[in-house]
């Protein structure tokens, strides 16, 4: 059973910047393609990055030029979120899919204040 966890979230001001790892219980990021997705209260749950297991990436229209996906190690991925603004309050949610499965972390909060 694979298990993420994700961390880094937190209370930030309007223009700062956070980094989320995403870390799984086994090496599999270098297999399997990943993604992050946020959810804020009342809306649906949406993609914000992802990146294959090549090291291709593509980001939600809303985050590019500010947010940037990355892979660490075969362990953990990272999202690092820059200029942040209050409409990219979240849970924020990470993902792989193995096997036709997908596995999801519990989510990490993130809250910008404008």
């Known amino acids: 059973q694979v298990q993420l966890v994700e961390s880094g979230g937190g209370l930030v001001q309007a223009g700062g910047s956070l980094r989320l790892p995403c870390a799984a219980s086994?090496?599999?990021?270098?297999?399997?393609?990943m993604g992050w997705y946020r959810q804020a209260p009342g809306k649906q749950r949406e993609l914000v990055a992802s990146?294959?297991?090549?090291?291709?990436t593509n980001y939600a229209d809303s985050v590019k030029g500010r947010f940037t996906i990355s892979r660490a190690n075969a362990n953990t991925v990272y999202l690092q979120m820059n200029n942040l603004k209050p409409e990219d309050t979240a849970v924020y949610y990470c993902?792989?899919?193995?096997?036709?499965?997908?596995?999801w972390g519990q989510g990490t909060q993130v809250t910008v204040s404008s």
């Open positions: 990146i294959t297991t090549s090291g291709n």
């Open positions: 993902n792989t899919l193995i096997n036709s499965l997908l596995y």
């Open positions: 086994t090496s599999i990021f270098s297999r399997n393609p």
